[in-house]
């Protein structure tokens, strides 16, 4: 266990260190990057580093790293679609940790093909990712040839003439891991060292040696070795997964929560980092990827945790506080909108139109309410009365009325307005203005300020305006 | 670049906050003595200063309750006005008419509730022994402070201006006729008399009188009291608080052993 991190370092030291520029075999590299995640991303990759590690000099492990980054991004350049290739990346992981676990046996016994098929037919949700898995190992492996982008899907038939290559491949993968990781890598290679005999398999396991050991050293070993076993060899998926698994799962098993935590809380579904986008060499933005891998048995863990987050106390207590201020907030400016109002109503009853002589100005209702009721011949011959606005239109001083000279005089500036209110000297711009008038169902003249009517717009034709006697 | 990143490096934001994110211990340590408000707390603070059984926050709750009775207050303010006319039933308005009718009795809650703070906050200084050198002096100014609680109380028992207001504040006031020297009542009264018996302290003219602004509780006194419980008293408050909590970092921090 407190080895773990020792890969990580090691790669990220070699990095530092050395300037080389890393181009090492990017075939190999290309099938190794799916794996490389989990390697990368947290402090505790695998047990079975350990072995592989001393073996790899510096320059290899730089041109491993790069070489992986290469594929990465071959793969997703390569047309795998990016949706795809995201979602099922992450997914697939964690089904084919299902998988080795529950399927071993089948493994063993069927063909490749044979294989797939079943895993598909038994468990619906496992099949999906092997087959998402061999996308990712096929753009890669086709962005290592140039050649075409391969389907994502599990197209064992397009691939099974391969098949022989690719088991011996996995065998001697598997062979590595067990001698390596033992434990729970050992269980695998017994299922799968079926054929290793035929003499392609001679050439792919010394060629993969170096990636699987890489791969090894951070639980990845099953998907290098693919790799670099000839292309069309290192098409076979399901079983390099399946060993795979069996060595992430000790790996991940031992990982701390943290990660998880971190990645829960992200919100992420891990399917952006097994494609591996990070362009940029920094050891920093790996670890990502790792998390998103995560044991199936730990989700409800996860889930509870993520849970936790969100209900902790803290969360509840903050909010609260939020809320109340906010409410607090609200209501202290609603307060300051009074229910109540100490102002007098609008409405005024000025007694009947028969109290008003023709031609009277009446100056009773000046002082408190503003206004004059005037009764006067209009334009049209009508006998009408209307209560006039007190105050000058031009700078809101009350006019006073002059008798004598029949006209509104106001103090301050000397506007002066006729007897139905129209402007003619003085700064003043437009006639006084009307208040809303009526009659109450008493015979009452009632006059209402909430509604006033201005000449220049017209408004003293609206029958509001005046009262007809 | 993000949202985030934008708005911390804007220069509205940098101009408001002179530090960087409190990621470090230099840039918390900045974040306190670079805030107004937060400066007032230490950087750092004793163990035994956070310890809730010692120190019972009484005093803080004491503040926090100042600020309650501030905010209240001066919302209380919008549509109270003391006189004879208005006061009882703006009061009243208070309560049934105005959104968040809670807000009076908040402000009388929160008044009992300091001054039940501010003795229990006494009592705690004084059973660990916080009152003693070099903290004398601010348990003087605590003292004070004592005095200038109950006297918020007691001038704002009267804005109410129902019965019990008025007779409340009646009975009160009588009690500073019996001031010493200045209470027409108090002892030593006589001795404040010019020549041959004028006496300069009289029913119009005692400690009575100058606190009522009147011979008897009346809208003189309201007003009188208004300010008293508005501006005068709270600034003066104020004032003190600022020297307790001054003195409580100059003299060692808070209760903890020298």
């Known amino acids: 266990m407190a080895k773990r991190p020792s890969v990580q370092e090691i790669l990220e030291a070699a990095r530092r260190g050395t300037s080389i520029p890393a181009q090492g075999e990017p075939p190999a590299p290309a099938a190794s990057a799916p794996p490389t995640p989990p390697a990368s991303t947290q402090p505790t990759p695998t047990p079975g580093p350990d072995g592989p590690r001393p073996r790899l000099s510096l320059q290899e492990k ?67 990712a092997a087959p998402s898995k061999a996308m990712s190992l096929k753009d890669k492996l ?39 990781a033992g434990g729970a890598v050992a269980k695998e290679p017994p299922a799968s060292t079926e054929a290793p005999a035929s003499p392609d398999a001679d050439a792919p396991k010394k060629a993969l040696s170096l990636a699987e050991k890489l791969a090894a050293a951070r639980g990845t070993a099953p998907k290098p070795s693919g790799p670099k076993a000839e292309a069309a060899a290192a098409a076979d998926r399901e079983p390099p997964s399946a060993e795979v698994a069996g060595t992430r799962e000790v790996a991940e098993a031992l990982r701390d929560a943290g990660a998880r935590k971190a990645q829960e809380a992200a919100g992420r579904p891990s399917g952006p980092a097994p494609a591996g986008p990070r362009a940029p060499y920094s050891p920093e933005s790996r670890p990502e990827p790792a998390a998103i891998e995560t044991p199936p048995g730990s989700r409800l863990q996860l889930d509870r945790r993520g849970l936790l987050v969100f209900v902790s106390w803290t969360f509840i207590a903050w909010t609260a506080l939020a809320a109340a201020l906010a409410m607090l907030s609200w209501m202290m ?83 002066g307005f006729y007897k139905d209110g129209v402007n003619f000297e003085g700064p003043a711009p437009r006639p006084l203005e009307r208040y809303k008038i009526g009659l109450a169902d008493d015979g009452q003249i009632v006059v209402d300020k909430a509604q006033t009517f201005r000449k220049d717009l017209d408004q003293w034709s609206d029958p509001d305006s005046y009262l007809a006697v | 670049m993000s949202l985030r990143d934008r708005i911390a490096g804007s220069q509205v934001w940098k101009s408001v906050f002179r530090h960087g994110p409190p990621t470090d211990r230099r840039n918390r340590t900045q974040a306190i003595l670079s805030n107004l408000y937060l400066h007032m707390h230490p950087v750092s603070v004793r163990k035994q200063g956070l310890a809730l059984s010692y120190t019972w926050c009484m005093g803080g709750a004491t503040f926090f309750l100042f600020l309650v009775e501030v905010v209240t207050g001066v919302l209380l303010m919008f549509y109270y006005r003391p006189t004879l006319e208005h006061a009882y039933n703006d009061v009243l308005a208070l309560r049934d008419v105005a959104t968040l009718g809670v807000l009076r009795e908040l402000h009388r809650w929160a008044a009992h509730a300091m001054v039940i703070a501010v003795m229990l906050h ?17 348990w003087v100014v605590g ?95 104020s004032l003190l608080i600022m020297v307790h909590f001054w003195r409580v970092r100059k003299d060692g921090g808070i209760s903890g052993p020298l």
């Open chain 2, 122 to 138: 006494m009592y705690r200084v004084f059973l660990t022994g916080s009152y003693k050198p070099p903290r004398e002096f601010n």
């Open chain 1, 142 to 180: 086709a962005a290592a040839r140039a050649g075409g982008p391969v389907a994502a899907k599990p197209d064992a038939p397009a691939e099974t003439p391969a098949a022989p290559g690719p088991k011996k491949a996995l065998s001697l993968a598997e062979k590595l891991a067990a001698a390596r």
């Open chain 1, 333 to 415: 400016v609603r307060f300051l909108f009074p229910n109540a109002e100490a102002e007098p109503p609008s409405t005024v009853k000025v007694g009947r139109p028969l109290d008003y002589e023709p031609g009277e100005v009446s100056e009773r209702f000046k002082d408190r309410w503003g206004f004059w009721v005037v009764r006067d011949v209009d334009d049209q011959g009508r006998d009408v009365i209307y209560a006039l606005q007190t105050y000058c239109t031009h700078l809101g001083c009350p006019p006073t009325w002059l008798a004598g000279e029949r006209k509104f005089k106001c103090p301050c500036h000397g506007s």
């Open chain 1, 62 to 128: 730089l041109d491993k790293a790069e070489a992986e980054r290469a594929a990465r991004v071959a793969a997703r350049e390569a047309g795998a679609a990016p949706a795809e290739a995201t979602e099922s990346g992450k997914p697939s992981i964690r089904e084919k940790l299902e998988l080795a676990r529950a399927a071993h046996p089948i493994r063993d016994v069927a063909p490749r093909e044979a294989e797939s098929k079943a895993e598909e037919a038994e468990d619906a949700p496992p099949a999906p």
């Open chain 2, 143 to 237: 003292v004070l402070l004592l005095v200038l609680t109950l006297l918020l109380s007691f001038t704002g028992y009267l804005l109410p201006w129902d019965q019990l207001a008025v007779w409340a504040i009646t009975v009160g006031s009588n009690m500073a006729r019996a001031t010493p020297i200045l209470g027409l009542e108090g002892p030593g009264a006589d001795l404040l008399t010019l020549g041959d018996g004028v006496r300069l302290i009289t029913p119009g003219s005692d400690a009575m009188y100058v606190m009522l602004g009147g011979r008897s509780v009346g809208e003189a006194a309201l007003n009188r009291f208004y300010v008293l419980h508005c501006v005068a008293i709270p600034l003066a408050a």
